[in-house]
Nanobody, 122 residues
Framework: QLQASGGGLVQAGDSLGLSCAAS????????MGWFRQAPGKEREFVAF????????VPADSVKGRFTISRDNAKNTVYLQMNSLKLDDTAVYYC?????????????????WGQGTEVTVSS
C-alpha cells in the first residue's frame, strides 16, 4: 500500500513537499513515479526515480521546479515542488513500477497510492 500525503492549498510561487510512504511493499524493488490528475483531464506523468535513486526523470512541464527523491531505508518517496503554478493544481499520485526503463504510462505501474490534492491559487 502506498500512502501519499503533504498536499494542500498554496499560492503561486510557493513550495510544497509531498511524501509517499509504503507499507506491505518494499519500494527498493520498484521504480517509483509521481503522476497528477487535474479536474477533467487524464492522469499525467510528473516524475520518475529508479530503484537506487541514482537516476531521475521529470516531465518537461515540471523540469527545474520539481524534484523526486527516495529514501529506501524509510520506504518513502518524495516530491519537492517549487515555484508552483496555477497549472500544477491536481491530485497527485505516487506509484510503483516493475517495468524496465523509464515508465511514463499509467499502465506500467503496478501499485498506486490514493492521491493527495494540491491546489495552487493566484
Amino acid at each position: 500500500q502506498l500512502q501519499a500525503s503533504g498536499g494542500g492549498l498554496v499560492q503561486a510561487g510557493d513550495s510544497l513537499g509531498l511524501s509517499c510512504a509504503a507499507s506491505g511493499l518494499t519500494i527498493r524493488s520498484y521504480g517509483m513515479g509521481w503522476f497528477r490528475q487535474a479536474p477533467g483531464k487524464e492522469r499525467e506523468f510528473v516524475a520518475f526515480i529508479n530503484r537506487s535513486g541514482g537516476a531521475t526523470v521529470p516531465a518537461d512541464s515540471v523540469k527545474g521546479r520539481f524534484t523526486i527523491s527516495r529514501d529506501n531505508a524509510k520506504n518513502t518517496v518524495y516530491l519537492q515542488m517549487n515555484s508552483l503554478k496555477l497549472d500544477d493544481t491536481a491530485v497527485y499520485y505516487c506509484a510503483a513500477s516493475n517495468s524496465v526503463g523509464v515508465p511514463r504510462k499509467t499502465y506500467a505501474y503496478d501499485y498506486w497510492g490514493q492521491g493527495t490534492e494540491v491546489t495552487v491559487s493566484s
